[in-house]
């Protein structure tokens, strides 16, 4: 079935998406990236991206880049005056007064330009789904006029795209979250790009988008966000070595790669290094660059391109004749969106948390997509599976909770684990279901809990009871318990088990990230308490089952053993338990060594849950079904 | 049994809603084969480049080490680098053999910086080495032209 693509074609970087089994897929170009520099270049050979920009600085008349800027503007107006003398490619007047750009002697339309960045986003999209590609969504701003729209439709018409709808940059990202779902809503989008800032206010009402107003700044971006790391690192290295970087054209290359880098990665750490060596020399030798640049000094030197952004979500909001209390959700798109300030500014702003988790530098292309998908069927609904948004799992020995059903699983969905008995001849086991993302069963949110009983007296470890999660579509969970032996039976199902509110599943996700690791000692301890008492019952049986066989002198060492283990079972601790068992079963080998040669069967299980040894499709895995009281 | 206006309608809803389902479903096992055979494509090329992220971001390092060398002459670190880059060329490493005099390139080269105003655009000095892996071009040649 053909899909339709939808594209984010933008000032410097271009990206794609499709729906594809009812979810959105990224779909990465031929060289490997999953945006794609707006760059054509216009020659002998033709290029577009990355091939496009290396060669950029040696034809530079032949290079186009930010051709949306030119797009279905007229050749008089004020924008196109101001590029003329920045752009280092000839901007002419074409037919109808339109502006365009001419290499070579041959003039040629913004459309025409945008066309070969759209013709190899097809190609690649083709390549890539292994499917001819014919038809398009294609976003543009908000603030496109209608010369603009057009332009853009026949740039896709000269690809050989049928764009079968354009739709506006903010509304692309806003459904990209989802929220055309919301009944009526007012929605701002704060778009910080490469080179642009937009900023749009939207109303929705019944799944229909209504741009309110738009803002910006049309030559706000990342870009100028590392002029100001290169320009710091150009006045430290003078400082600090006398030499001035900045006529140096490959140490400007060096230190735009390593400025964009240190920018990135002061979006998750609160400091980096950054070092070039190497990066110049003079009479005494080589020069090198190191200096840490911390967020919060990097916060300094950004800050006033920061605050540049304020102005222009105020007049948004005025010219929307809305107030910030109004707006009830907030998109981030764009790369820059990474940086913690800026979310910080915005939260500030709005007084609420923006919607994060989707790739800023995609949002708009997946938003695309979408429409995409749901103009060509594969999606009458935007969300078509679900997922669980919490793990579901059981209770296990010692009060752990055992995972079946992992969070972010798609539903519907099923699994099934044997289980087995914690003690000699019990009859009945427990199953306690349990949602959340904590190691311990107390910790986590108990859905329900149903008894299996009736089951044959057998040794600990021996019964198999399969225990079945079922989730369906709707969230329904069945949860059944099976002895294998017997075939008793027991079930329970859980409505609604999923119906918590997005804040109760952040908080619970939360928490698991706050106690993970006080989470997992406790669970090590458990874990090396069960195995220790495994360990005793081992030794204990193995010594009812070998008799006299056994020497008196090791019969009574194990014994020792068992009893020193047996009494600091419920007291020591996890390194303490851990090293007596080893010992306990060091001992225990000595049953084999006097028993070489009556063969195998009885060969003491080192009890030690972490090694995979009863990891078999039959046997009973991952410790017992928690004690029936 | 006498049908109804009602039941016609009940039926032609149910057939819409069938047909729906079915072409869903039909969408669905069409979206999980191309997927199947997607990441069938993908995980061999993961297993092909599986190092390509890595060797990438050691790279600076083989330039620094390398650009040492010319530095000090120190017959320990020469055998450190030369080992060094024993181990990428195992791995499948090589240069991409960009020259002083060569023809500009886009496939191998980045152009950094130029002279002159010709047609005939050649590379004055190769300012940062380049490298495939395989027969993948993991790192452009970063260089100087001039165009006579």
Not at chain 1, 312 to 319: I, V
Not at chain 1, 454 to 476: C, H, K, S, Y
Not at chain 1, 512 to 541: F, G, L, P
Not at chain 2, 112 to 129: A, F, I, L
């Amino acid at each position: 079935m053909p899909k339709i693509i939808g594209i984010d074609l933008g000032t410097t970087n271009s990206a794609m998406a499709v729906m594809e089994g009812g979810s959105y897929k990224v779909i990465p170009n031929l060289e490997g990236g999953n945006t794609t520099p707006s760059v054509v270049a216009v020659g002998v050979a033709e290029l577009v991206g990355v091939p496009a920009k290396r060669q950029q600085v040696v034809n530079p008349r032949n290079t186009v880049f930010s051709i949306k800027r030119l797009m279905g503007r007229h050749f008089g107006d004020a924008e196109v005056s101001q590029l003329q003398k920045t752009m280092p490619y000839e901007i002419v007047e074409g037919k109808n007064g339109m502006a365009c750009v001419k290499i070579e002697g041959k003039v040629y339309t913004p459309q025409e330009i945008s066309a070969k960045i759209l013709a190899k986003l097809k190609t690649d999209a083709e390549k890539f789904l292994g499917q001819a590609i014919t038809e398009a969504v294609i976003t543009v701003p908000a603030y496109f006029n209608d010369a603009q729209r057009t332009a853009t439709k026949e740039a896709g018409q000269i690809a050989g795209l049928d764009v079968k709808r354009i739709i506006n940059e903010p509304t692309a990202a806003a459904l990209a979250y989802g929220l055309d779902k919301k009944k009526s809503e007012k929605i701002a989008v704060y778009d910080l790009g490469g080179g642009t800032f937009d900023v749009s206010i939207l109303e929705i009402g019944d799944g229909v988008f209504e741009v309110k107003s738009t803002n910006g700044d049309t030559h706000l971006g990342g870009d100028d966000f590392d002029q100001r790391i290169i320009e710091w690192l150009i006045d430290e290295f003078k400082k600090e070595q006398g030499v001035d970087l900045s006529k140096d054209r490959q140490a400007l290359q060096r230190l735009k790669d390593a400025a964009e880098r240190a920018k990135q990665e002061l979006s998750s750490t609160m400091e980096t290094e950054i070092s070039i060596p190497f990066i110049t020399a003079d009479a005494s030798g080589p020069k090198h660059l190191n200096f840490k640049l911390t967020r919060a000094k990097l916060e300094q030197l950004v800050d006033d391109l920061i605050q540049k952004t304020i102005k222009p979500m105020e007049n948004a909001l005025k010219d929307a004749g809305l107030a910030k209390t109004d707006i009830v959700e907030v998109v981030m798109v764009g790369g820059m969106t990474r940086m913690p300030k800026v979310n910080e500014i915005v939260k500030a702003f709005f007084g609420k948390d923006p919607h994060k988790g989707i790739n800023p530098d995609e949002v708009v292309a997946i938003g695309a997509g979408i429409q995409g998908g749901v103009l060509g069927g594969d999606v009458k609904d935007v969300l078509l599976l679900d997922v669980t948004p919490l793990t579901l799992g059981i209770e296990t020995l010692g009060g752990v909770s055992t995972p079946l059903i992992k969070r972010n699983t798609t539903i519907p969905t099923s699994a099934s684990q044997i289980f087995s008995t914690a003690a000699d001849s019990q009859t009945s086991v427990e199953i306690n279901v349990l949602q959340g993302e904590r190691e311990l069963a107390a910790d986590n949110k108990s859905l329900g809990r149903f008894i299996l009983d009736g089951m044959p007296p057998a040794p600990r470890g021996v019964p198999q009871v399969e225990v079945t999660f079922d989730l369906d579509a709707n969230g329904i969970l069945n949860v059944s318990a099976k002895d294998k032996a017997s075939g008793k039976e027991q079930k329970i199902t859980i409505q609604g088990g999923t119906g918590l509110s997005k804040d109760e599943i952040e908080k619970m996700v939360g928490d698991a990230q706050n106690h993970a690791a006080d989470d997992k000692r406790k669970k090590e301890e458990i874990e090396a308490r069960n195995a220790a008492d495994n360990m005793c019952y081992t030794a204990e049986k193995s010594l009812r089952d070998a008799g006299d066989k056994v020497p008196a002198d090791v019969k009574s060492e194990i014994e020792g053993k068992v009893k020193v283990l047996r009494d600091v079972l419920a007291t020591a601790s996890g390194d303490d338990l851990r090293s007596k068992t080893q010992d306990l079963s060091l001992a225990l080998q000595k049953i084999g060594q006097a028993m070489y040669g009556q063969g195998g069967g009885q060969q003491p299980d080192s009890g030690d849950d972490k090694k995979d040894d009863k990891g078999g499709s039959d046997g009973p895995v991952e410790g017992e079904v928690v004690e029936d009281k | 049994m006498v049908n109804t206006a009602d039941d016609v309608n009940i039926h032609k809803d149910c057939e819409a809603k069938l047909d729906e389902l079915e072409n869903n479903w039909k969408r669905a096992l069409a979206d999980y084969k191309n997927l199947q055979r997607r990441v069938e494509e993908e995980k061999t090329a993961v297993v092909d480049f599986a190092n390509f992220v890595l060797i990438a971001r050691l790279l600076s390092v083989l330039d620094n080490l390398e650009m040492l060398k010319t530095h000090i002459d120190d017959v320990g670190l020469k055998l450190t680098v030369k080992e060094f880059e024993q181990i990428l060329l195992d791995e499948g490493l090589t240069g991409l053999g960009v020259n002083v005099g060569d023809t500009f390139a886009h496939e191998t080269m980045e152009a950094v910086d130029k002279d002159g105003d010709g047609d005939d655009v050649r590379v004055v000095e190769v300012v940062r080495k380049g490298y495939k892996l395989r027969d993948k071009v993991i790192r452009p040649a970063r260089v100087l032209v001039k165009k006579g």
